[in-house]
């Protein structure tokens, strides 16, 4: 069996090591061994983020404004928006970021934050009726602008902090104007019902099958070669989820996990 491991804090290529183990895990009572032969880099996860968008609207048709819009997550949200019929404003940084995501989803307003008039962008999409959620995972300096976006009464949630940088906030106009801010992390999703959970799965196959394009795969590396992984994951303009394998012969006698 072989796995990555961390034993301490550090840069990520640095403090993570491949171990090799001869001996196959076995499984306690109520316990499955799982052959793990894909994963993802960087297990990007919808989920407790649709959750959240969905109790910040409260069931109404508000719009809603994510950052990042071109990571695996942000096309997920997107094409969330698109069954669910909710508004959606996409930011990314770059100009070709934003004609990749406008092809792909033409419907939804892709605003670049290179452009130094994107607030206004985004202002004149939103129209009198402003933003109700915002879905960040950039944080840093650019979540001021982000707040100053929402309408009254309006939701910030907090889902990654991809900028390096403090993210700070005023602290009156979010009393004068009523607005939340709060955090989503897969971390929670295990505390969801069981019917809740099998509804994600189950929407989360059906992106799968429906739309394979949506997962888009950036590059795929032996397990062995994790660290090329991570830096290829890191890389400016990567589109897709970067993954390790094991291939299928690998292990086997000894389990793979
Ligand atoms: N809360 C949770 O439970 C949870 C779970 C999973 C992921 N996340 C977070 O979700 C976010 C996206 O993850 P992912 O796996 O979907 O990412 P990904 O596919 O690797 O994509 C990263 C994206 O972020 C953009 N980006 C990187 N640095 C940026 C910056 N400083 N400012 C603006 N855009 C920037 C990149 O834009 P370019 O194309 O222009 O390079 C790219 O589109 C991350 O912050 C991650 O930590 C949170």
Redesign the pocket.
């Known amino acids: 069996m072989r796995t990555v491991e961390y034993t301490r804090q550090g840069e990520a290529a640095q403090v993570l090591t491949l171990r090799e183990e001869a001996r196959r895990p076995t499984p306690g009572s109520g316990e499955v061994l799982v052959r793990m032969l894909v994963r993802?880099?960087?297990?990007?996860?919808l989920i407790?983020?649709e959750r959240a968008m969905e109790k910040a609207l409260r069931g109404q048709t508000g719009l809603v404004l994510q950052?990042?819009?071109?990571?695996?997550?942000?096309?997920?949200v997107s094409a969330a928006a698109v069954r669910h019929d909710l508004q959606l404003i996409n930011?990314?940084?770059?100009t070709?970021?934003a004609e990749?995501m406008r092809t792909l989803y033409p419907s939804q307003p892709t605003i670049a934050?290179c452009d130094d008039d994107w607030r206004e962008q985004v202002r004149r999409h939103a129209g009198e009726r402003g933003v109700q959620v915002v879905l960040d995972?950039?944080?840093?300096s650019?979540t001021q602008d982000l707040a100053e976006l929402l309408a009254d009464g309006g939701t910030l949630i907090?889902?990654?902090?991809?900028?390096?940088g403090t993210t700070s906030l005023e602290a009156l106009p979010l009393m004068a104007r009523e607005l939340t801010v709060r955090?989503?992390?897969?971390?929670?999703?295990m505390s969801r019902t069981p019917r809740e959970r099998a509804e994600d799965v189950a929407f989360a196959q059906d992106l799968a099958q429906n739309t394979p394009d949506l997962l888009d795969v950036?590059a795929s590396y032996d397990l062995a070669d994790f660290k090329a992984a991570i830096e290829h994951?890191?890389?400016?303009?990567?589109?897709?989820?970067?993954l390790l394998t094991t291939p299928r012969t690998a292990d086997s006698g000894h389990g793979a996990a």
């Open positions: 993802p880099i960087h297990p990007g996860d407790g983020v950052t990042a819009a071109g990571s695996s997550i942000g096309r997920l930011l990314v940084r770059s070709s970021g990749k934050t995972c950039v944080g840093g650019m907090s889902y990654g902090h991809l900028s390096s955090g989503v992390s897969i971390l929670h999703w950036a994951a890191r890389r400016p303009a990567k589109s897709g989820t970067v």
